[in-house]
């Protein structure tokens, strides 16, 4: 049962247009989620989060959207650098009765074309 | 230099020699976790750890344990690795709850098992 889907494993885009990833879930106890950058041969890096009460967060050239009715999210870059190329990571938690519960998606691979 | 350092990078074995990957962060973070990234399936969440002495399974735990004795060091032992667990293992620590705080990865452990 995959809880948070990214349902498109590639995405290529112009460099300087907008790159918009989306991340749909299917527990409606998740209460927060983050976005994860990936580069090869890297860890993963914390991009951007959102809390649950929230419907948008921005931070410099990205931004999260979050659509609770439609247990959905989307992560927009804007504009696109070629330095944005890497996969992207969406990731769910939910916190209950003293465990946790994070959940990552299985990643969009972005390509920012010069 | 804050950072979650993991080691060996690379590692092949043979079926059923046991094996442990070290995990060590200097940031004085409560939360560890261990994850797997496998191809077309994602980052998933092994075991993880809130505290000294307090773990709990993640999704795939089987096959794998962990320890916790001190703050800094959060060890996966794999006790008769099988082929199947070749993949790329991240450990990843972040301050105390709640889940919003953002992890910070190590460089990665790829793992084959022969």
């Known amino acids: 049962d995959q809880q948070v889907k990214q349902n498109s494993p590639s995405l290529s885009v112009q460099e300087g247009r907008i790159s918009i990833l989306n991340c749909d879930y299917t527990?409606?106890?998740?209460?927060?989620f983050l976005w994860y950058k990936k580069y090869p041969a890297e860890g993963p890096t914390f991009l951007i989060s959102i809390s649950s009460i929230k419907d948008k967060n921005e931070d410099g050239r990205f931004t999260v959207f979050l659509n609770k009715s439609a247990k959905h999210l989307s992560l927009h870059i804007v504009p696109s650098q070629p330095g944005d190329s890497a996969v992207y990571f969406c990731?769910?938690?939910?916190?209950?009765?003293?465990?946790?519960?994070?959940?990552f998606g299985k990643g969009t691979k972005l390509t920012v074309n010069p | 230099e804050a950072q979650v350092t993991q080691n060996p990078r690379y590692l092949i074995t043979v079926t059923g020699k046991k094996l442990t990957v070290t995990c060590s962060q200097n940031m004085n973070h409560e939360y560890m976790s261990w994850y797997r990234q496998d191809p077309g399936l994602g980052l998933r969440q092994i075991y993880y750890?809130?505290?000294?002495?307090?773990?709990d399974k993640g999704d795939v735990p089987e096959g794998y344990k962990v320890s916790r004795k001190e703050k800094r060091n959060f060890p996966l032992i794999l006790e008769s690795p099988s082929p199947n667990q070749t993949s790329l293992y991240f450990c990843a620590s972040r301050a105390e709850a709640p889940t919003y705080n953002e992890q910070f990865f190590g460089p990665g452990t790829r793992l084959t098992v022969l």
């Open positions: 990731a769910a938690s939910a916190y209950q009765g003293g465990s946790e519960k994070l959940v």
């Open positions: 527990n409606s106890m998740f209460d927060y």
């Open positions: 750890s809130m505290n000294v002495e307090v773990t």
